[in-house]
């Protein structure tokens, strides 16, 4: 397998092993990019939190369906919202069951409250929403699904490439979006790249748009 997964005295580290100058790739909420947008982000008035709706909806439970490396779930965390993140895919799994608990030991109270906030499950996300009662039903089910490649900077392609390369592509996102329309019971938001077409060609109730990305916002159905 050209990706490996590597326990380091720090943490839990993915490796190139076909390029071996590659920086790894890891999940990290203590510093970094995480810790720089929980304090520079814009709180309630950024993008993604206008989208999930914390201008209407208090406290909501947020249901990250592709989960990734959990930086999406980790804002919505950090704005009050319990989110419940799944991730199907045993590596990445792995990289963030293992930024958890290195964020979650770390000195740092307000750290420890995000985290409490944030509840980590290995599951295909279509398999586990048809498996919810009504009473279980999440506030809001958020969509990540794999964007096209960039070619902006060397740390992008490269975890791009991982993405592309040991996720695959989200070719079942058109029925995910169908099945986190029944089981939503405010709202359903999907990122896309700004000028990407709608997911599965269904038009979004409406459109909240951010610097670089936009986030689609769908209703239930029955």
Not at 111 to 134: F, P
Not at 212 to 220: A, F, M
Request: proline share 5%.
């Amino acid at each position: 397998m050209r990706y490996r997964l590597q326990q380091t005295l720090d943490r839990l580290e993915l490796h190139d092993t076909e390029e071996a100058l590659t920086q790894p790739v890891y999940v990290d909420f203590i510093g970094g990019k995480a810790r720089h947008r929980l304090h520079y982000g814009g709180g309630k008035g950024q993008a993604i939190a206008k989208a999930i709706g914390l201008h209407k909806i208090k406290h909501p439970h947020v249901v990250d369906a592709t989960a990734g490396l959990g930086r999406e779930a980790f804002v919505l965390a950090s704005l009050g919202c319990r989110v419940t993140l799944l991730e199907r895919n045993p590596l990445v799994h792995a990289l963030l069951a293992d930024g958890l608990q290195r964020a979650a030991q770390a000195d740092d109270a307000a750290l420890h409250a995000i985290i409490g906030r944030m509840t980590l499950l290995a599951a295909d996300a279509r398999d586990w929403l048809s498996t919810l009662t009504a009473a279980a039903q999440p506030d809001v089910i958020y969509l990540d699904p794999m964007f096209p490649p960039r070619r902006k900077t060397a740390r992008v392609q490269k975890e791009m490439q991982f993405f592309h390369t040991v996720v695959g592509e989200d070719k079942d996102s058109g029925a995910l979006l169908a099945s986190a329309r029944r089981a939503a019971r405010k709202r359903i938001v999907v990122k896309r790249p700004s000028g990407a077409p709608t997911l599965a060609a269904v038009t979004p109730n409406f459109v909240i748009r951010g610097k670089t990305t936009r986030y689609d916002v769908y209703v239930p159905v029955d």
